[in-house]
């Protein structure tokens, strides 16, 4: 298991994703000459301007043409550029999907598809706007590696480490500032989750937004005399086979928590491997099976069950499930 | 170092040209039969402008397909493969007797265009309209590069009935892209009918110039005219270009030309037969 010093979790310092993805891709743009960024009409919310302001020979923007942003991207990378593509994550993985899958994933060009705006914290746009599907979209896809970030420390990271792979990644960074988890000792690699509380009694597989969430999670569960595991698992693809093992194996009892539908996203990934190698109760915490609405961020995450109040109580229910199957596998 | 580059075509080159077109049809009849399956009609119809390219007029080098000024070729139109197919070996990536092992499991060349399998493919095609959006990709990376490429990108006109073509159209002009030269092989067939039935694609011209492009229209099977209009568009600044090109879908064989049915079919031994009985002995 991998151990690294954190920031405290107070929740003082609050980072946009997408403003680290701004600031951090204007940086690379100066390091590595071969980064082009495209965008479809949103760089002020995605913050790719600020790359344009730097680069403007360097960066397109495609206008309201998804579909065109991801083959023009695909040309761009067999023309020899790491392009990064950017755009609201429904319409990145959405209308361009089939783009993707054809342009790039199928010749496996090294496009890094840099989406904002993943889940129902998009707001008050509601529904049309909000994806609960992108993770499983891209996850499909053989050849693409996906990121989702917890917060802003490891979003700065994350891009270090997707400019020097070679391949195609989707990242989904989201609408709102996240509270700063990580600090700056912390080590991302792509493929590799990362334990950010210790515990023996259940484990709680976040990603992303609900990362925060499951922290505090774990200090209510803590007055329940339960101590819960918290695993930041940030690559959803390829994912971390062996971290979820070994966290199985000694807590017999997983909750999985992510701003995504149930169906095809960190839980199903998670359930997936558990189910074939190590299977131990599991309860799989997202949106159910719904589209978004409107809202606000915090009034959707409650209407959604996105809290730490939804992953302490299904973390009490595995662990009761894990105790009434027992036998010689519980502890 | 081998690189291909022809001067502008006098008349002997005309009649070299004429012959590698016909043999270039003899191969991709003798493919798509072995193959079982394929899509004879529109590899027939682009031959003349593939030769065009391949054979007197693109810079690149068969031993180094990646070679870095090399001009670049895009089938957008993708199930035409077997005519690319055809050009490439006979241009020399690779040996002509692969072409009998088209769609065939393990084989190099798959049943659409597959940039990591196949030397000289630039990019994967297949799903129709994203052709173009690559090809302005790659034209606008040489340009970034400072290197005098060029982009040429082949369209089917059924192909024009995909949203997705448009929006590359606009990006083309709006980024002044003119190292890019499209042509789009009319050859007024689709897969349920003539495409005036199906999805009526005209006014086509007008289309393509009111959507800032410099448009020649001519007839596709014509060397004089191809290199006549590929001449014009290396004059046009500041705007990409397109090549309308009249074809016959399935031309150079009686019973192949100007049939919806042989889009997506390969040719019978008997139609073989026929075919060759028609195109003279391949080499």
């Not at chain 1, 701003?259 to 996203?265: A, N, Q, W």
């Not at chain 2, 957008?76 to 199930?79: C, F, R, V």
């Not at chain 2, 009319?186 to 689709?190: A, I, P, S, Y």
């Given at each position: 298991m991998r151990r690294h010093s954190l920031a405290?979790?107070?929740?003082?310092k609050y980072l946009g994703t997408r403003d680290v993805y701004g600031d951090t891709l204007a940086l690379l743009g100066e390091k590595y000459h071969d980064i082009v960024v495209l965008d479809a009409d949103l760089s002020g919310s995605t913050k790719t301007s600020v790359f344009a302001k730097k680069f403007p020979s360097r960066?397109?923007?495609?206008?309201?043409s998804e579909q065109d942003l991801m083959g023009t991207a695909a040309g761009f990378a067999a023309g020899g550029k790491i392009p990064f593509a950017s755009t609201f994550a429904i319409f990145a993985t959405g209308k361009a999907w089939e783009q993707i899958r054809q342009s790039i994933a199928y010749p496996s060009l090294n496009v890094k598809i840099v989406a904002t705006h993943?889940?129902?914290?998009?707001?008050?746009?509601g529904g049309s706007h909000q994806t609960t599907e992108d993770i499983s979209l891209m996850r499909i896809l053989p050849t693409m590696t996906v990121v989702v970030p917890a917060d802003g420390i490891e979003t700065r990271k994350a891009l270090e480490a997707i400019v020097l792979h070679k391949g195609p990644v989707y990242m989904r960074l989201s609408r709102l500032k996240f509270p700063v988890?990580?600090?700056?000792?912390y080590a991302f690699r792509i493929g590799k989750g990362s334990i950010v509380r210790e515990g023996r009694d259940v484990t709680v597989f976040a990603c992303g937004y609900m990362l925060a969430p499951a922290l505090r999670a774990r200090e209510m569960l803590r007055e329940n005399g339960v101590q819960a595991q918290v695993v930041n698992i940030?690559?959803?693809?390829?994912?971390d086979e062996d971290l979820i093992l070994s966290c199985a194996k000694v807590t017999q009892s997983i909750v999985t928590a992510e701003?995504?539908?149930?169906?095809?996203?960190l839980g199903s990934a998670v359930a997936e491997v558990i189910s074939e190698k190590h299977p131990v109760p599991l309860r799989r915490i997202g949106v159910r099976d719904r589209f978004g609405t409107s809202g606000s961020a915090e009034e959707l995450v409650q209407y959604f069950g996105l809290t730490p109040e939804a992953i302490a109580k299904a973390a009490l229910e595995v662990i009761h499930m894990k105790q009434n199957t027992s036998g010689s596998e519980s502890r | 170092m081998e690189k291909r580059f022809y001067t502008m075509a006098p008349e002997e080159n005309r009649d070299k040209l004429t012959e590698i077109a016909r043999l270039i049809r003899i191969d991709i009849l003798k493919m798509l039969n072995r193959a079982g399956?394929?899509?004879t009609g529109g590899s027939l119809s682009a031959v003349e402008i593939l030769t065009a390219l391949y054979f007197s007029r693109m810079r690149y080098d068969p031993k180094r397909p990646?070679?870095?000024d090399r001009d670049r070729f895009i089938l957008?139109?993708?199930?035409a493969a077997p005519a690319l197919y055809a050009t490439l070996a006979r241009a020399?990536?690779?040996?002509?007797?692969?072409?009998?092992?088209?769609?065939?499991?393990?084989?190099?060349?798959?049943?659409h265009p597959d940039m990591k399998t196949t030397?000289?493919?630039e990019v994967s095609t297949g799903?129709?309209?994203q052709g173009l959006s690559m090809a302005n990709g790659m034209a606008l990376a040489a340009r970034l590069d400072g290197k005098k490429s060029r982009v040429y990108v082949l369209m089917g006109d059924g192909e024009q009935q995909e949203g997705q073509i448009w929006e590359a159209a606009m990006t083309s002009s709006h980024y002044k892209i003119d190292n890019l030269c499209g042509f789009v092989d009319?050859?007024?067939?689709?897969i349920d009918g003539p495409t005036k039935e199906i999805m009526d694609i005209d006014p086509l011209v007008n289309k393509w110039k009111a959507f800032g492009w410099h448009v020649s229209a001519i007839d596709g099977h014509s060397f004089t005219e191809i290199f006549s209009a590929l001449d014009e568009a290396e004059t046009v600044k500041r705007m990409p270009s397109i090549i309308i090109a009249s074809t016959v879908?399935?031309?150079?064989v009686s019973i192949f030309e100007?049939?919806?049915?042989?889009?997506?079919v390969a040719p019978t031994d008997e139609e073989l037969k026929i075919a060759l009985s028609e195109l003279g002995e391949g080499d």
């Open positions: 405290e979790i107070e929740f003082k960066f397109f923007n495609m206008g309201v993943g889940g129902i914290t998009v707001g008050e746009d988890i990580f600090d700056d000792s940030s690559t959803i693809k390829p994912i701003e995504h539908s149930i169906i095809g996203g | 399956s394929g899509h990646r070679w870095e957008s139109k993708g199930h020399g990536y690779f040996p002509r007797e692969e072409l009998m092992s088209l769609r065939k499991l393990g084989s190099r060349l798959q049943g030397p000289g493919v799903s129709l309209g009319r050859n007024g067939l689709q879908k399935g031309k150079g100007n049939k919806v049915k042989y889009h997506g």
